[in-house]
């Protein structure tokens, strides 16, 4: 069916619907050129409409191993080709089969750079991917529709459960977490119990953790007062590592700020800083929002990592609790692997907090 | 940290002449290299010993010495000049062999000079087998099996040890010379015995072969702060066992999952650090198409072939930044030239795929062994891009220049079902088109790929171009049905054939439907930056992205691929004119498909168009960007060819006129100028079948030239000496036709002397005439050249000249006239050639 991807600002898109479920989110872009399977099933991308850029999707298939989640929250899939006849050993089944079976929308045979130098220009904004023959009322109709507030609630894990191994304890505190965190914090010797992003100060401590993980997830970390409200009675209790979502709500925690930046960084190819020394990292990121710089002044922590792209914060660490976070995703999947140090360092700082 | 302090002047070393694994690549790395050494105040000292570069341009380096690249004469060059840092990472394995010998012979030693960038013991790493081995295990990146031999014994022990097939590979070769795949005793004793032969150092490693596997490639910099990156990957689309310089290659990879992807990503790094180098690098491996396995199975410690391929690919200039690198500066320091916000320290990510397809001789050699192993055999390549793979294959095949407009050879249509079986067993250069042939016949991708190996997705790709030929051949050819094929690069001419129609109404069909190509910019950031790049490529999409001015404009086509007689020398004059044309305030575009060249550095012009050299895409740029005129003479044959049909749409060749450039190409209206002229001639006759060139041929009397018409670098010109030559040559070297004529002449013994002059129609500059050395007969490309002459008398210069002036005034010459000129003397009675190109200044 022929299909149309239309954005607030009256931009649109042509291209031809999957299946004919319709979609309304904030239109985001990625440049990861592999890994659209992680990307699909990355809960930080809940309710929001996905567009890859590179153009040849669905290459090589799809294969449970590769989920990220229990399933997939994207709101759409925006696609220039979508491979019908993906070849590779690993593959279970094919990208559009496993769309069409979630019923994840997907508009395909869209010029996705065209998209993304409208996004580029005037910053992320709503969009809806609808059937061609859909009204602009009708469009504008679901364009107003207020945005969901709480996306975390969403993708957290309903109950608690543990990986378990002899090794420190961490609380891995799950607003939409990845699997390959919980894999590298696994495989990195960790025994970890995962809780739900609800879970008190309280309960959480009860637990006896040698450490705290604080895990990536959707939307504007201001959105999840309660999390924030928890990770500042966490602050000085113990050893506590964040991954971007994690990151923003330890600087809002410290009473720093977050801001939304005009496009975010989405992609397997940006360059960070490591200020203490010099080294410049190659890093998987997905953040559509960023720690004020100055906000973080006298708050206690220090700047470590800084995006060679912008200068935006990209880490940062208590100067004197055991508390690092970096904005950028060290466990890569999708993206490269440069940055799995980060997780050895923590394993340090839970030696420490014993 | 900044530029190193102490270096006021540096060294750079070039790659000398061209050669099969050695092409324009390093003319461009090169070109880079001074050029980036320059804007930091440095002095740059060259020194090649190929004049046809735009490096040894007075523009590009300070000080350019044209000598030969032996120790000696660069240890007189540095005795001279007294530089402080040499730079031999980016001139091929020629420059890198330099250096490793001034180091072992103490010469920078002994003149006090800092080899830059990559270090020595970097570069032995990598280079010397045993070394290379020894720090790949301690890395723990695996290697195939492997032993160094220095004689047969050794290596038939081996053999013994481990089983076939094995691989030859001999050390400090470029280009795989002399290298192979052994499967049984007696062929390791000949690939062996070769490549004993071509080792600098009489060595071979001989390996587990892995041929089959998945061949991909990484381009990875680092610098001295061990920052790393890699700037692209690629994926061949032959499986091991062809050299990847005659191996089809796409960029980036297709059927790796990210997870595959990061794993030999992560792995190149590792690579660049433990061997230590600073600059760029290319790690080949070995995937196994069935498990994660892998073996790394080389690595270039330089910039090679593939980093001008990555360059091109991506819009990350390697040869640059690798030179600033190697004067000091770290990649989060040097801004990413194609922002000019961002830095250097990124990887690009692409949003198009590209194409690389190689250009072999075998169409001037026609016996030649065509099947390819692992020693390179093409001379050229070229690249193309598209948002689709489909498109981006086509365009290549149209971007070749071997007499194809799309993905099929008419000549297989008469092959057997067992005879392309046969065929795609061997690896030629034909296996696409061979691929594509059984697909038409409806063998199954399952069967092809049991036989090639080639990864099922490429293979659905071309099924895909299969059956969309299935569709306009059999469909009525709607809008939405010739849109379809148009982003799946069809050309216009195939979908003509295939509905029984003509170029020009398939062309009005798609103007009708508003079908039209859009440009798309090469930015290195997909669209996630605002980019400065002129850098385009065509597309059919919903957006076009070229802000065309309204400035004066000029286009000037480039050359394509190297080919035989059609080198880097074009490239040397289409980027002098694109800088005479800056010099005038006038805006210059150039269109070229040939990725290892200086002219499709988006830095050379004021706008580049990545696109296929043929007549429905280059009317396509024009039609976009209205261009004053297209400057076609500095694109040798290619851009020649081009000229009347672009006449004939009504677009201005500026320069010499159309008719003037058919006056002289075309046999009988040249003889009918030189009779009006009154300048002798050979006696010859046009033919366009085998009977009227016996006939001719034996009126005129044996030995005979051959050649066709209107080809260029004597391609197929042959000396026949018997009706039977003639009658083999008309049958299996030439398709003479109606269309391809035949010229037979008259071949005389005698001296050639060829003659470059430059006309505005009124007057006529002749800066110098060349002597060849060879007699008259051998291309003149092939002969060994004079200058000044040394035997000519002043009568016989007055001639020339006179001749020469004549020629070029009566064809109204606005530009370059080449003629060729050939005497038998003490009689002096002249033979007239001509040819009518761009010229290669010879100092």
């Known amino acids: 069916m022929k299909g149309k991807l239309v954005l607030a600002d009256g931009s649109i898109f042509y291209g031809n619907l999957l299946t004919d479920t319709e979609a309304v989110g904030e239109v985001v872009f990625n440049t990861g050129m592999t890994g659209y399977q992680e990307i699909l099933t990355d809960p930080s991308y809940a309710g929001q409409i996905v567009t890859l850029t590179y153009p040849l999707i669905g290459n090589y298939g799809v294969a449970d191993l590769f989920d990220q989640s229990r399933r997939s929250y994207v709101r759409g899939f925006v696609i220039s080709e979508l491979c019908g006849e993906p070849s590779n050993w690993q593959m279970e089944n094919s990208l559009p089969a496993y769309l069409t079976e979630r019923n994840i929308p997907c508009i395909y045979g869209v010029d996705t750079r065209a998209i993304t130098r409208v996004i580029r220009s005037y910053g992320t904004m709503n969009g809806v991917i609808v059937p061609e023959t859909v009204g ?11 945005a969901k507030l709480d996306v975390v609630a969403e993708v957290t894990t309903p109950e608690i459960y543990h990986m378990s191994q002899d090794g420190p304890r961490v609380v891995v505190m799950d607003l939409g977490i990845k699997r390959n965190i919980l894999n590298a914090l696994f495989q990195s010797g960790c025994n970890l119990t995962v809780v739900p992003a609800d879970t008190d100060a309280k309960t959480i401590l009860a637990m006896n953790p040698d450490g705290i993980f604080l895990s990536n997830g959707p939307g504007d970390p201001k959105d999840v007062p309660g999390s ?59 953040h559509g929002y960023a720690v004020d710089e100055k906000s973080l002044t006298d708050k206690g922590f220090m700047i470590t990592h800084r995006a060679v792209n912008d200068d935006t914060v990209e880490g940062m660490k208590h100067s004197v609790l055991p508390i690092f976070s970096v904005q950028y995703h060290p466990e890569a999947s999708p993206g490269p692997d440069d940055n799995t140090y980060l997780f050895d360092e923590f394993m340090t700082l839970l030696g420490k907090g014993e | 940290m900044p530029k190193k302090k102490e270096l006021q002047s540096v060294l750079v070393i070039g790659s000398g002449p061209i050669v099969i694994g050695q092409a324009a690549e390093f003319d461009y790395a090169g070109t880079q290299a001074c050029q980036a050494l320059k804007e930091e105040g440095i002095r740059v000292i060259l020194v090649n010993s190929n004049p046809a570069t735009i490096m040894t341009d007075v523009h590009i380096a300070d000080r350019v010495y044209i000598e030969p690249l032996t120790p000696e004469f660069i240890a007189e060059v540095l005795e001279r000049e007294r530089p402080e840092g040499i730079l031999a990472t980016l001139g091929g394995q020629v420059g890198l062999n330099m250096a490793v010998q001034l180091a072992e012979q103490g010469i920078l030693e002994k003149y006090n000079v800092k080899l830059l960038g990559t270090p020595l013991e970097a570069i032995k790493k990598a280079e010397d087998r045993e070394l290379f081995k020894e720090t790949m295990q301690s890395i723990g990146q695996p290697i195939p099996e492997s032993t160094i031999v220095e004689d047969i014994d050794a290596a038939l022990q081996f053999a013994a040890e481990i089983g076939y097939p094995l691989i030859v590979r001999p050390a400090y070769t470029l280009g795989g010379t002399g290298g192979g795949i052994a499967a049984n005793d007696e062929e390791l004793r000949t690939v062996l015995n070769l490549g004993l032969k071509y080792s600098m150092i009489g060595q071979a490693l001989i390996e587990r072969s892995v041929a089959g596997w998945k061949e991909i490639e990484y381009e990875v910099i680092r610098d001295a702060a061990n920052n790393c990156i890699t700037v692209c990957n690629m994926e061949n689309f032959d499986p091991v066992g062809v050299h990847t310089g005659d ?5 980036p990879s297709q059927t790796l999952t990210d997870h595959e992807y990061q794993m030999l990503r992560s792995a190149a790094l590792k ?92 169409d001037k050699f026609v016996f030649a062994d065509r099947t390819l192993g692992t020693q390179m055999k093409a001379t050229g390549e070229v690249m193309s891009i598209d948002r689709t793979f489909e498109g981006a294959l086509l365009k290549a095949v149209r971007s070749l220049e071997i007499g194809l407009h799309h993905l099929a050879i008419p000549e297989l249509a008469s092959l057997s079902n067992e005879e392309i079986h046969q065929r795609l067993s061997l690896v030629d250069d034909e296996r696409a088109f061979l691929i594509a042939e059984a697909l038409r016949r409806n063998m199954s991708i399952d069967e092809i790929h049991s036989i090639t190996l080639v ?155 990545f696109e296929p050299l043929t007549v429905e895409d280059v009317l396509n740029v024009i039609e976009k960007e209205k261009p004053e005129g297209v400057i076609v003479q500095f694109g040798g044959q290619t851009a020649i060819n081009l000229a009347g049909p672009l006449a004939k749409a009504g677009v201005k060749i500026m320069g010499t006129s159309v ?18 002229l009154n300048i002798p001639r050979p006696k010859g006759a046009t033919v366009t079948n085998a009977a009227d060139a016996l006939i001719t041929a034996n009126k005129i009397g044996y030995p005979v030239v051959v050649r066709p018409s209107y080809v260029l670098g004597g391609r197929a010109m042959e000396i026949v000496y018997t009706d039977e030559d003639l009658d083999n040559y008309m049958k299996y070297a030439v398709k003479a036709s109606q269309e391809h004529p035949v010229l037979v002449d008259r071949y005389m013994q005698g001296t050639e002397v060829e003659v470059d002059a430059i006309s505005d129609g009124v007057d006529v500059l002749i800066p110098g005439i ?4 060879e007699r008259a007969g051998v291309h003149s490309g092939d002969s060994i050249a004079v200058y000044p002459p040394r035997t000519l008398s002043n009568a016989i210069i007055d001639t020339i000249v006179d001749y020469t002036t004549r020629l070029a005034i009566d064809l109204q010459v606005k530009g370059v006239i080449t003629c060729r000129w050939s005497m038998l003397l003490p009689k002096q009675q002249w033979e007239f050639l001509c040819a009518h190109r761009g010229m290669v200044p010879v100092y």
């Open chain 1, 136 to 146: 602009q009322e009708t469009i504008d109709r679901y364009l107003a529709l207020p």
């Open chain 1, 228 to 286: 924030i409200e928890v990770v500042k009675q966490l602050l000085d209790k113990k050893p506590i590592f964040g991954i971007c979502l994690g990151h923003q709500l330890l600087a809002l925690a410290v009473g720093g700020d977050t801001y939304k930046l005009k496009f975010g960084h989405r992609g397997s190819n940006h360059p960070v800083k490591d200020l203490s020394t010099g080294r410049v990292y190659i890093t998987s990121q997905n």
């Open chain 2, 247 to 251: 191996s089809i290659v796409v960029a």
């Open chain 2, 271 to 362: 690579i660049i650090r433990a061997l230590g180098i600073e600059g760029g690098c290319n790690v080949q491996y070995a995937l196994d198409p069935n498990s994660r396995k892998y073996y790394v199975i080389e690595v270039n410690p330089r910039v090679s072939r593939s980093s001008a391929l990555a360059s091109k690919a991506t819009g990350y200039p390697i040869a640059k930044v690798a030179s600033k690198i190697a004067i000091g500066y770290t990649l989060d320091e040097i801004t990413n030239a194609v922002t000019r916000k961002t830095k250097a320290c990124f990887e690009p990510a692409l949003d198009y795929v590209v194409v690389k397809f190689p250009r072999w001789p075998f």
């Open chain 2, 455 to 609: 990864d099922r997705f490429f293979l659905q790709k071309i099924a895909n171009i299969v059956a969309m030929e299935r569709r306009i051949a059999k469909e009525p050819v709607e809008p939405e049905l010739l849109l379809t094929a148009k982003k799946m690069g069809f050309g216009d001419r195939i979908i003509a054939e295939l509905t029984d129609s003509d170029m020009q109404s398939v062309r009005k069909l798609r103007m009708e439907a508003n079908i039209l190509p859009c440009y798309k910019m090469v930015d290195t950031c997909a669209a996630e930056f605002e980019a400065v790049t002129p850098y385009y490529y065509s597309t059919y999409a919903q957006e076009d992205e070229v802000q065309i001015t309204d400035r004066r404009k000029v286009i000037v086509l480039g050359s394509g691929p190297i080919r035989i007689g059609q080198g880097i020398e074009f490239d040397y004059c289409s980027v002098h004119s694109v800088w005479a044309l800056r010099a005038m305030d006038i805006e210059s575009v150039i269109i070229n498909n040939n990725p290892e060249t200086v002219s499709t550095d988006f830095d050379t012009s004021d706008r580049l168009y």
């Open chain 2, 659 to 676: 008719e003037s450039i058919d006056r002289a190409e075309d046999r009988e209206k040249f003889d009918a100028l030189l009779e009006k």
């Open chain 2, 770 to 773: 060349m002597e060849h050395i």
